[in-house]
């Protein structure tokens, strides 16, 4: 995954280009670039490897100017982090080329235009369709044509910005699978990867379809479909602000996440729950016929999103009565699953652009599994406009790759979809107007989770300064925030991390139990308690270093090589949401501990948007 960013206005876009590379750097920073037509009607190309701010440094010492231009920040598919293999990609001096996706018949494509006497200097797949739009520009075409017959070429995901030096102020932008918008300002035009990227700018933008190809100069656009028809495609206002953007005056973007949760649950909240129920309303026209008709939930996400749908599993058939089944996305639709008749499909992604989800539901709907409804942050994105319903979480822009808000609000969806769902099964009224107070519960709950913050530093301090494993571990709904929790400290961290339920210690994690391996527990007050204490005594016989959050109201207490930090008492159906947020802390301070790179770890993207 990649971001790319492109303006055509009157004036020198550099600092345009730049300011919009800072805002997508959480999509890859590997390496970045610009290419710009210069003012001698030429292309000027800078890249550097590193993240933006080394690009910026080079071109504070080496200016470019000019008044239309693209620009790049890389996660590596192809080829190593290099100056070659970053983009722009270049093509005779003559064409350039930004590129977000994979091109599947690349190697193809390179035989051929080996044969054909194109030089390539990079690793990278992209290289191929610089080599194919400047062929088609050999044989007389304009540059949309060129581009044109070159996606007509191309197998695989993209989403491309094109210049040429030889038709100034033209920018032509394609898509098919990876995200693409084009933002209207007063006397320029401007495509990226992601909105963020340009609300310094704007807030109109235009959402580009699958197959949309847009000519563009800083006067307007014109729209083709994947038919090659000319199309309107509609101007819509994002509410997405510039300081939504910002950090707020926090070190780090994924420390402010975290404390925007309780803002974050409380907008997820908002209009979806009345006095005694939740409003079903909420999910979209049409759900009251699409529920009724509900006998089985099927649900596919990745990474964090995966884990909230773990939890949702526990919750729609403990508090619901519907079956449901929880699948990773990427192996979905490779496997030959069988899903029930009428069953709801249920994607989870905070970007909506996750191209193994996306995948997931094209491939469900294809075998006419049933209705699908997407849970996602992203209103404009692919995944809300491909569903048949949708719950939008409100978690705001977050740009930490590591995972926060995104989780507890898609968390907060799980269970009010768990509740329209439930009251069609075995939930009385009365425990339904119960859960919706304990929802009510929530932001109160995180607010108190927060406080604290600081016995958490000093924990990751005391324990975790020279420690290169650790092992989490939960019972029931609480083992897939001990997954969640281990992921965040890997992610962030890089200290190997992994979670197991409780009850499987005996089944081969206890050989691992030493005291250099602290063991972090999340224990609710809960029936599964008593049998948790149990799975904690066997690690105390064995010198494990035990770090318990635990319900204050369960009286569990600190001693030699127990640590235990109290949690509000909470009621059982919100628990994994409330407990989640300590162990965020928890990643969060180790990783300022060890030094690393928190809100762009290393090897990592925010939006996987390529398989």
């Not at 037509?37 to 800078?46: A, F, K, W």
């Not at 996660?75 to 190593?80: L, R, S």
């Not at 402010?256 to 026209?285: C, M, S, W």
């Not at 339904?432 to 989770?449: D, I, Q, T, W, Y």
């Amino acid at each position: 995954m990649c971001g790319i960013i492109g303006v055509a206005a009157q004036r020198n876009v550099i600092p345009l280009l730049i300011n919009g590379l800072k805002r997508l750097e959480y999509r890859g920073y590997d390496s970045a670039g610009v290419a710009v037509q210069s003012d001698q009607q030429l292309l000027e190309r800078v890249r550097k490897v590193g993240k933006v701010a080394e690009l910026e440094h080079a071109l504070e010492a080496n200016p470019v100017s000019g008044q239309t231009g693209i620009a790049h920040t890389r996660w590596a598919t192809h080829g190593v982090p290099s100056e070659q293999n970053a983009h722009p990609h270049v093509c005779h001096e003559r064409v350039a080329v930004v590129h977000n996706g994979i091109i599947e018949n690349h190697d193809a494509l390179r035989k051929q235009q080996q044969k054909d006497g194109f030089r390539f200097t990079s690793q990278t797949d992209t290289e191929v369709i610089v080599h194919q739009i400047d062929h088609y520009l050999q044989q007389g075409h304009d540059l949309l044509a060129a581009v044109s017959s070159t996606v007509a070429d191309l197998e695989g995901a993209f989403a491309l910005g094109v210049i040429s030096k030889d038709e100034s102020g033209r920018m032509v932008a394609a898509r098919r699978g990876s995200p693409l918008v084009i933002g209207i300002a007063d006397g320029e035009m401007l495509i990226a990867s992601d909105i963020a990227a340009l609300v310094s700018e704007t807030q109109q933008f235009v959402f580009l379809e699958d197959g949309d190809l847009a000519d563009i100069n800083y006067r307007g656009m014109t729209i083709h479909d994947a038919s090659g028809a000319v199309v309107e495609r509609p101007v819509k206002t994002s509410k997405v602000t510039l300081s939504a953007t910002d950090k707020g005056g926090f070190d780090h973007y994924m420390l402010k996440e975290i404390y925007e949760q309780p803002r974050a649950i409380a907008d997820t909240l908002e209009g979806r729950i009345g006095a005694n129920r939740v409003l079903q309303e909420a999910f979209g026209a049409g759900a009251d016929e699409i529920f009724d008709r509900v006998a089985g939930v099927h649900i596919i996400a990745c990474g964090t999103s995966y884990h909230a749908g773990m939890v949702g599993r526990y919750w729609l058939e403990s508090i619901a009565g519907v079956p449901c089944s929880v699948e990773v996305a990427s192996e979905f639709r490779y496997r030959y699953p069988v899903v029930r008749n009428n069953s709801l499909i249920v994607t989870l992604s905070q970007s909506g652009e996750t191209a193994d989800t996306l995948a997931g539901l094209r491939e469900a709907k294809r075998l006419g599994y049933g209705h699908s409804l997407a849970i996602c942050n992203v209103p404009e994105s692919t995944l809300v406009r491909e569903s048949d319903l949708v719950l939008m979480t409100h978690a705001g822009p977050e740009i930490g790759v590591a995972s926060t808000k995104a989780f507890t609000t898609q968390l907060v969806a799980m269970l009010l979809l768990t509740i329209v769902l439930g009251r069609r099964h075995r939930l009385s009224s009365e425990t339904e107007a119960l859960l919706v107070n304990e929802l009510r519960s929530v932001p109160g709950k995180v607010e108190h989770a927060l406080t604290l913050n600081e016995e958490i530093r000093t924990l990751a301090w005391e324990h975790f300064g020279d420690k290169q494993n650790a092992l989490f571990l939960g019972r029931g709904a609480q083992y897939p925030v001990a997954m969640e929790g281990a992921l965040k400290l890997k992610e962030i961290s890089y200290i190997h991390a992994e979670a197991y339920p409780a009850g499987e210690l005996k089944h081969g994690p206890l050989a691992l139990v030493d005291a250099n391996m602290p063991v972090v527990v999340v224990a609710p007050n809960n029936e599964l308690l008593e049998k948790l204490k149990s799975n904690l005594q066997e690690v105390s016989a064995r010198g494990g270093e035990l770090i318990i959050f635990a319900d204050a109201g369960v009286g569990m207490i600190s001693s030699p090589g127990i640590t235990a930090l109290p949690v509000a008492p909470t009621e059982d159906s919100i628990a994994p949401i409330i407990f989640s947020v300590p162990l965020q802390l928890l990643a969060y301070h180790v990783a300022a501990l060890k030094g690393t790179d928190i809100d762009q770890p290393r090897n990592l993207a925010k939006s996987v948007t390529v398989e």
